[in-house]
Each structure stands twice: as structure tokens, then as C-alpha cells.
């Protein structure tokens, strides 16, 4: 019998690199959401870690992780979109 050897294409390469970079962004994302929690809780006084946390540093968290979930979610779609042309 003869062994099929598989090539690997250019669309399956596309959609590996698509994946990873859309883990990548969604690992960004989890980052930025970590001070926001933590900040949040700091705030509410429930003391995790000693940094000086204000509430106007707290948001200024919240708003910079909201901008780059936004900016990570359409980086994500516009990579997957890539990964899935042919």
C-alpha cells in the first residue's frame, strides 16, 4: 500500500497562527482585567495587596482595560477572518 503523505497547505497554516495569535490577544486581555479585579476590590476595602490604589487610578484601569478588550476583540476577528481565507 502506498502511504498518502499530507502536505501541509497554506490555509491550515493561516488558521494555526490565527488560533495563536487570537489566544495571545485573549491572554492581553485576561492581564489587564487581573488589576482591574484586584483594583476594584482594593477600593471596596478588601485589602489583597499593600500597592496605594486610589479610585481615579482604579478607573483609569477600568477605562484602559475596556479600550484593549475592544482593540483585542476586533484584532481577534480580523486575524480569524485571515485564518479562514483561502
Known amino acids: 500500500m502506498v502511504e498518502e503523505k499530507k502536505k501541509i497547505s497554506v490555509s491550515e497554516v493561516k488558521k494555526t497562527i490565527a488560533t495563536s495569535l487570537a489566544a495571545a490577544f485573549g491572554f492581553v486581555i485576561a492581564l489587564l482585567w487581573v488589576n482591574v479585579v484586584t483594583g476594584g476590590l482594593k477600593v471596596a476595602k478588601i485589602d489583597l495587596a499593600s500597592a496605594d490604589l486610589t479610585l481615579s487610578k482604579w478607573l483609569g484601569y ?14 481577534i476577528i480580523l486575524v480569524s477572518r485571515l485564518g479562514s481565507s483561502k
Not at 484602559?64 to 484584532?75: D, E, G, K, N, S
Open 62 to 75: 477600568l477605562i484602559t482595560a475596556i479600550v484593549l478588550t475592544v482593540v483585542m476583540v476586533i484584532l
